[in-house]
C-alpha cells in the first residue's frame, strides 16, 4: 500500500506540479494544496518504487516544525486536513536552496574526499575527516531547477547572477542561521544531532515565507548523539537516522544518477526497511507514537479531506 501520485482538478483549479516526492494544486486567490506522497527520491532522480507512510511521515515532520519555527520566520502553512496534505499561501519561490551544514557528510564529504577545499565560495580546513563538526555551521547553496541536477553556487554568484537581490539573500542566510539552531536545539533534546539540512524560501505579498518541507529526512541528515563521539573517537561511521542510508545503498550498485547508470530495483525487504526508518524518525523526532490509519491512506479520502476544507 503506498500512494504513489494523485490526480484531481479541484474547483478554481489554476495550475498543477508534480514534483520529486509532493504533488502541488494551484488555486486561485494564491492558495496551494500540497500533497506528500511516498515517493522517495535520490541523486534528484525518483525511485521505481514508493516507500510506503513515508509521505505521511514527511508531512507530520513538516507540520510541527513549520509550528515550532514561525515565530523565527513567518511560513505558508495554513492548514492540515489530512495526514499527507497541508494547504497554504502560494509564494514566488527563490530559484536557490538553502543548504546548511555543521558536519562534513554527505555531498559535502564525497566534494572534500575528492580533493576539493572551497565548496559554494567557503574555504574547508584541510585534515578533516568523514562526519567531522565544523567549527561553525557553514552555508553551501544550491540552485533550484524543476528538472535535472541541483548544482552548487556560491553567495557571490547567486548575487552577481542576480538570482537574489543581495538584500534578500542577506535576509535567507540569517533565516537559515537561525531555523539550524533551533532545529539543533529541538534535535539535541530528542537525542539527535542535526547534521545539515536545507531550507527554502520564496516571497509573497513582498514578504520572506519559509515554504516546503522543514527538518524531515528528505530535507535534513541527523546522527544519534549518545554515541557519536565514541563511534567518531573509534574510526566508525556514526549511526544515522535520514535518508543518506538509502543513497548509499545506490552507490552500493553503482548508481548516482549519473548518465548510463542503471537505476537498480529496490527489493520489498528494503522498501519495508526504509518505512521502518522513517517512522522511527517521526517517532523520535515528534515523541509520539506514529498512527497507520488505512481508511484514509487512499486517494478518495485525500481528496474528501481536501473538499471538506474548501466546504466543497
Known amino acids: 500500500m503506498a500512494i504513489k501520485e494523485t490526480h484531481y482538478q479541484f474547483p478554481k483549479q489554476k495550475g498543477f506540479y508534480r ?21 522517495i527520491s535520490a541523486f534528484d532522480h525518483i525511485l521505481h518504487r514508493p516507500i510506503p507512510y513515508k509521505g505521511q511521515v514527511l508531512n507530520g515532520i513538516a507540520y510541527e516544525f513549520l509550528n515550532a519555527t514561525s515565530d523565527i520566520v513567518p511560513n505558508w502553512l495554513e492548514a492540515m486536513p489530512h495526514p499527507n496534505v497541508m494547504i497554504g499561501k502560494e509564494c514566488e519561490p527563490f530559484k536557490v536552496e538553502m543548504v546548511i551544514r555543521g558536519y562534513l557528510c554527505g555531498h559535502s ?10 565548496l559554494c565560495g567557503v574555504k574547508l580546513p584541510e585534515n578533516m575527516r568523514e562526519n567531522q ?3 561553525q555551521p557553514i552555508i553551501t547553496p544550491t540552485t533550484k531547477v524543476a528538472n535535472g541536477h541541483d548544482a552548487d553556487i556560491s553567495k557571490e554568484e ?8 543581495k538584500q534578500d539573500y542577506e535576509e535567507l542566510e540569517a ?49 544519534y548523539a549518545d554515541d557519536y563521539a565514541e563511534r567518531m573517537a ?5 549511526r544515522q537516522l535520514s535518508k543518506e542510508f538509502v543513497r ?11 548518465e548510463g547508470q542503471t537505476q537498480p530495483d529496490m527489493p520489498d525487504v528494503f522498501v519495508e526497511n526504509v518505512s521502518q526508518r522513517y517512522i522511527e524518525l517521526y517517532e523520535r523526532l515528534l515523541q509520539k507514537p506514529f498512527v497507520k490509519i488505512p481508511e ?10 481536501i473538499q471538506s476544507y474548501f466546504g466543497l
Do not use: C
Open 19 to 39: 514534483g520529486k516526492v509532493r504533488d502541488l494544486y494551484f488555486l486561485e486567490n494564491h492558495k496551494l494544496i500540497m500533497i506528500a506522497t511516498d515517493r
Open 109 to 118: 564529504w564525497r566534494e572534500y574526499k575528492a580533493g576539493k577545499r572551497m
Open 133 to 135: 563538526a565544523f567549527h
Open 158 to 165: 547567486i548575487i552577481q547572477q542576480g538570482i537574489v537581490s
Open 175 to 223: 533565516y537559515t542561521y537561525a531555523l539550524f539552531e533551533r532545529g539543533s536545539q529541538m534535535a539535541r533534546q530528542r537525542g539527535l544531532i542535526l547534521a545539515d539540512t536545507k531550507y527554502e524560501f520564496g516571497k509573497y505579498e513582498g514578504k520572506i515565507y519559509l515554504i516546503d518541507e522543514v527538518h524531515t529526512p528528505d530535507s535534513s541528515r541527523y546522527f
Open 234 to 238: 573509534n574510526g566508525e561511521t556514526p
Open 248 to 258: 548509499q545503498w545506490l552507490i552500493d550498485r553503482d548508481f548516482m544518477g549519473k
Open 296 to 305: 484514509l491512506y487512499n486517494e478518495i479520502a485525500i481528496k474528501q479531506a
